[in-house]
C-alpha cells in the first residue's frame, strides 16, 4: 500500500530557531497538506498546495510558515523562528482526485 | 465556516457489543466526507471516503454511512484491537482542506 513519509520523526528545537520538516507524498497524488495536532486536540489545517502553489492556507499560517516542493518528490514545512506553542504534531498529508486522503506518521516538534 | 461535531467524546465497549459513532456536520456543499482512525502518537489511518446522502461502506466490522447532516461510523461485534480514536473530516465544494472534528476515543474491553 502506498504510504506518505515524513521525516524526522522528532525534533527538538530550540525557541527562535528555523525548522524544516520533510515530506515524501505519494508520488502520483495532486494535492498536498500540512496539519497539525497539539496534544490532545483536534487535527488543524495549515495549508493545501496543488500544482506546485499554494491553494489555501488557514489562519495559523502566517509569515513564519512556508511550504516548498523542492525536486518534484519532496514537499517541506519551514517554520523560521518557532515559539513554543508551536509544540506539536504535523502531519503531511497527500490527496489523489478528492477521494483518498493519506497521512504520514507525524513529526513531533517539541519548543524548548 | 464548516462545523464537524463528533460524538460521543468517548465510548467503552465491551468485546462485541456493537455501536455507533456519530460526525455531525455543517458545509455549504460537502465535496467528501472522511472517516479516519488514530492510534496514540501516530497518523490518522485512512479508512473511507463517502459522498453523498445515502452511501454506505464498509470495511471488516465497520460500516459508514452518509446523511445530508451527518454520518454514522458502526462497530460491528468490536475486539480490543478496535481501540483507536476514530476522526470524522469533510472537504467543502469549494475548498480543498479537510476539517476535521474532535474524535471519538473508543476504548474495546476484553
Known amino acids: 500500500e502506498p504510504e506518505v513519509t515524513q521525516t524526522p520523526s522528532h525534533q527538538v528545537t530550540q525557541m527562535g530557531q528555523e525548522v524544516i520538516l520533510r515530506c515524501v507524498p505519494i508520488?502520483?497524488?495532486?494535492?498536498f497538506y500540512w496539519y497539525r495536532q497539539i496534544l490532545g486536540q483536534k487535527v488543524e489545517f495549515l495549508v493545501s498546495?496543488?500544482?506546485?502553489?499554494?491553494?489555501?492556507k488557514s489562519e495559523i499560517f502566517d509569515d513564519q510558515f512556508s511550504v516548498e516542493r523542492p525536486d518534484g518528490s519532496n514537499f517541506t514545512l519551514k517554520i523560521r523562528s518557532t515559539k513554543l506553542e508551536d509544540s506539536a504534531m504535523y502531519f503531511c498529508?497527500?490527496?489523489?482526485?478528492?477521494?483518498?486522503?493519506?497521512f504520514g506518521q507525524g513529526t513531533r516538534l517539541t519548543v524548548v | 465556516e464548516d462545523q464537524v461535531t463528533q460524538s460521543p467524546e468517548a465510548l467503552r465497549l465491551q468485546e462485541g457489543e456493537s455501536s455507533s459513532l456519530n460526525c455531525s456536520y455543517t458545509?455549504?456543499?460537502?465535496?467528501?466526507l472522511f472517516w479516519y482512525r488514530q492510534d496514540p502518537g501516530k497518523g490518522p489511518e485512512f479508512l473511507f471516503t463517502?459522498?453523498?446522502a445515502g452511501e454506505e461502506k464498509e470495511k471488516e466490522r465497520l460500516k459508514a454511512t452518509l446523511t445530508k447532516k451527518e454520518s454514522f461510523l458502526h462497530i460491528t461485534a468490536p475486539k480490543p484491537e478496535d481501540s483507536a480514536t476514530y476522526l470524522c473530516?469533510?472537504?467543502?465544494?469549494?475548498?480543498?482542506?479537510?476539517?476535521f472534528g474532535e474524535g471519538t476515543q473508543l476504548t474495546v474491553n476484553p
Open positions: 498529508a497527500s490527496l489523489d482526485t478528492y477521494t483518498e486522503a493519506f
Open positions: 508520488s502520483n497524488h495532486l494535492y
Open positions: 498546495f496543488y500544482n506546485n502553489e499554494i491553494s489555501e
Open positions: 473530516a469533510v472537504q467543502e465544494t469549494s475548498g480543498s482542506r479537510l476539517t
Open positions: 463517502l459522498y453523498s
Open positions: 458545509v455549504s456543499g460537502l465535496r467528501g
